[in-house]
């Protein structure tokens, strides 16, 4: 039996690249400021505030994609056959990707709206300079994590419900940021916050997760 070698190059090309956009970034949009800088700065010291979180959504959607793509069972076969990109078929990264990354840009439009509705508009700029933050980390996070994930001899099976229960850690922690960051982020009132975490968080999750994995 032959057994074929799987290449998996395009890792270290994605992983690189991220950390090469984020240190570009970081020269570019904040000045050279470092990171643990930056994790400390206050909303009124930002700079390049709607542009970072751009850039931070499309690098994140990257990390993101490349760890689980190995986990999606499989493309859905209406994207295979209506959905090519310079003549090539998408396949489960690519899949990943752009469903991740309209996710991310369509919920960040929907809580731009959300705190239109509410006249609480002046909290989104505090709101995606937070939460840019958390993306930012979770980012260094979850590409060491592919580093285990493809080049260490591990049970995969094992590592993927290992990594579930971090992502869900994850999202707890993010929740608890939402709710008792110094920066208000959130609505005033209570029920606009029960409101925002059930249909712009907890809800748009499990609707991503039954598309991708069921």
């Known amino acids: 039996m032959i057994r074929i070698v799987e290449q998996q190059d395009w890792v270290i090309y994605c992983i690189v690249g991220v950390l090469l956009a984020y240190i570009l970034m970081f020269r570019t949009l904040h000045r050279d400021v470092s990171l643990v800088k930056y994790i400390a700065q206050p909303y009124e010291n930002a700079n390049n505030n709607i542009l970072s979180w751009l850039f931070t959504t499309l690098l994140f959607s990257v990390c993101f994609s490349v760890f689980f793509s190995q986990f999606i069972p499989i493309v859905p076969k209406y994207i295979?056959?209506?959905?090519?990109?310079?003549?090539?078929?998408v396949n489960k990264f690519g899949f990943l990707f752009i469903s991740f990354l309209l996710f991310h840009l369509i919920k960040g439009l929907a809580t731009y709206l959300f705190y239109g509705s509410i006249q609480e508009l002046s909290k989104f700029g505090r709101f995606i300079f937070v939460m840019q933050k958390f993306y930012m980390i979770a980012s260094v996070v979850i590409l060491i994590m592919s580093l285990i994930l493809y080049y260490l001899p591990?049970?995969?099976?094992?590592?993927?419900?290992?990594?579930?229960?971090?992502?869900?850690?994850?999202?707890i922690l993010k929740i608890a940021i939402y709710l008792f960051h110094n920066e208000r982020i959130l609505p005033g009132e209570w029920y606009?916050?029960?409101?925002?975490?059930?249909?712009?968080?907890?809800?748009?999750?499990?609707?991503m997760w039954k598309f991708w994995f069921f």
Do not use: H
């Open 80 to 89: 295979t056959e209506n959905i090519r990109l310079f003549g090539f078929v």
């Open 154 to 171: 591990i049970d995969k099976q094992k590592f993927f419900i290992i990594s579930i229960l971090l992502f869900i850690l994850a999202f």
């Open 192 to 207: 606009y916050k029960f409101l925002y975490i059930c249909t712009l968080q907890i809800l748009p999750i499990l609707v």
